[in-house]
């Protein structure tokens, strides 16, 4: 089955630094879509980029469907950008989408 | 804008007892919806998906009697956590498509609590 893979899997960076954030895949995927989810639990839906180059923010997410793999940039870090973010693809138009145990970013004051 | 919204977003519940949770297509219809939890220091698995006029598919580990889902319209879907236990604990995200689109929207979860 699909398999994602995240990295780093942990991260931290002093606030006003930039983050990049690593997603592989197995699987050709149809759908990928990056959450942030908050240290309380909360899943909030970034971006969803299957290919290309995405921004929204201070996000901008580059997906290279050939090479299986996305990555997340995160520039002028804040405090609240601290939890973890999950990268999901699916390999068709459906719904199964497999998720990345995730990176759990903490920005320091 | 599109919108999902779950609830309730956060629940304790007794073990043994049950618990529903809805899920509400906000400035869209759904034809889809997939229902997903993710149990502490484990990622998110799929539940089950729901389309409208079709069956609703269970995966492997989920079964109707445990996880029964109500989708009565394009608008709203509940999904039942029937003699919840520890091992139910976590969060539950529902993730809609959009009649229109085919894009994917997804809530920010509902978090059960099982004592």
Redo the contacts between chains.
Sequence with gaps: GQQVQQSPASLVLQEGENAELQCNFSSTAT?L?W?YQSPG?????LL?NPSGTKHTGRLTSTTVTKERRSSLHISSSQTTDSGTY?C?IASN?????T????TSLLVDP | GALVYQYP?RTICKSGTSMRMECQAVGFQAT?V?W?R?SPQK????IA?STVNSAIKY?QNFTQEKFPISHPNLSFSSMTVLNAYLEDRG?Y?C?A?GRNT????????S?LTVL
């Excluded at chain 1, 639990?41 to 839906?45: F, I, Y």
């Excluded at chain 2, 990622?43 to 799929?46: R, Y």
């Design positions: 759908q879509q959450f639990g909360s899943l909030v839906s969803s999950l999901a138009m459906g719904y199964k989408l998720f990345g145990t995730g | 977003r889809s997939a997903y993710q990622t998110f698995e799929l998906l995966e969060l995200l993730g498509r085919g894009q994917l929207y997804f809530g920010e979860g978090k």
